[in-house]
């Protein structure tokens, strides 16, 4: 029998360089990370980063997916980590995605254009379900795109 699979929702405050140059490595190290790491604990997902904030999904068990946000809480590159939801899945929604990032294609815009409307794009103001539809549509179509 396999154990039962979670979803983890949270936001953060960038605290990361506002260097673009510097941005951009710290970036590429984070996702270097978790794509080398996420694999062996089973864990898939997806962030977002978008007008100084992540938002960031992971699935996967309850142990592997704590243990990984335990370590995001602790990074110095994000502030205000505020969890969101944390609650049983019946299936992945990202299993493609050692972790997908979206945030950086010019075709984005208009999405969180439409999205900044209604919340600003302030994620203290959006629930983990909310969340969660942008991360899935987006890497969705990126999926379609061939990543």
Not at 49 to 65: K, S, V
Not at 68 to 95: C, K, M, N, Y
Not at 96 to 119: C, E, Q
Request: glycine share 8%; with cysteine.
């Amino acid at each position: 029998m396999s154990e039962m699979l979670y979803h983890l929702v949270y936001y953060s405050r960038n605290l990361v360089s506002d260097d673009e140059t510097g941005f951009a490595a710290e970036i590429d190290s984070i996702l270097a990370s978790a794509r080398r790491n996420n694999p062996s604990r089973g864990i898939t997902g997806a962030l977002l980063f978008n007008a100084g904030c992540f938002a960031q999904i992971l699935e996967g068990t309850l142990d592997a997916i704590e243990a990984t946000f335990e370590r995001i809480q602790q990074d110095e590159r994000h502030g205000d980590v505020s969890l969101l939801a944390l609650q049983p899945i019946a299936a992945r929604s990202f299993p493609n995605w050692a972790m997908g990032f979206v945030g950086n294609r010019s075709s984005h815009a208009g999405d969180f254009a439409r999205i900044g409307l209604s919340t600003g794009f302030d994620l203290a103001h959006m629930s983990g379900d909310q969340i969660h539809t942008i991360l899935k549509d987006l890497t969705m179509e990126q999926e379609d795109a061939g990543h």
